[in-house]
């Protein structure tokens, strides 16, 4: 069995897809690697990429090593993205108010006015 790790540029939180394989096909003048996998007794074959793939490796104690690092890695970055997002909607809800608060000021004083009919 082959264990594949594949950047993913869809989803920048993403960044990465893992998924095993009992087959590849590579060629040294195609940009391209076959990987081809069972699915209900048929044969189906993805392309992906060689400048996609992280690793591709038999080696599954290898494999699981640098996926646990990864994984430790985005799990990390994620934790602070949550927390700025948590941050980010803080304060886009402290300048809604703020607006708002002034919005209120401005038509009071209006009112008072005599400028708009």
Same mark, same amino acid.
């Given at each position: 069995?082959?264990?594949?790790? /594949? %950047?993913?540029? @869809?989803? +920048?939180?993403?960044?990465?897809?893992?998924?095993?394989? +009992?087959?590849? &096909?590579?060629? +040294?003048? *195609?940009? *391209?690697?076959?990987?081809?996998?069972?699915?209900?007794?048929?044969?189906?074959? #993805?392309?992906? +990429?060689?400048? @996609?793939?992280?690793?591709?490796?038999?080696?599954?104690?290898?494999?699981?090593?640098?996926?646990?690092?990864?994984?430790?890695? #985005?799990?990390?970055?994620? #934790? #602070?993205?949550?927390?700025?997002?948590?941050?980010?909607?803080?304060?886009?809800?402290?300048?809604?108010?703020?607006? *708002?608060? /002034?919005?209120?000021? &401005?038509?009071?004083? /209006?009112?008072? %006015?005599?400028?708009? %009919?």
């Amino acid at each position: 069995m082959y264990y594949v790790i /594949q %950047s993913y540029r @869809d989803d +920048p939180l993403k960044h990465f897809i893992t998924y095993s394989v +009992p087959k590849y &096909i590579v060629a +040294p003048n *195609n940009k *391209n690697i076959i990987f081809e996998f069972v699915i209900e007794g048929k044969v189906k074959r #993805k392309w992906a +990429p060689k400048e @996609d793939i992280i690793l591709l490796t038999d080696n599954e104690e290898f494999y699981r090593k640098i996926l646990a690092s990864l994984k430790s890695i #985005k799990e990390q970055h994620l #934790k #602070k993205i949550e927390k700025a997002e948590v941050h980010l909607t803080q304060e886009v809800d402290a300048l809604s108010e703020a607006m *708002n608060k /002034q919005f209120r000021l &401005i038509e009071s004083q /209006q009112n008072g %006015s005599k400028t708009l %009919s």
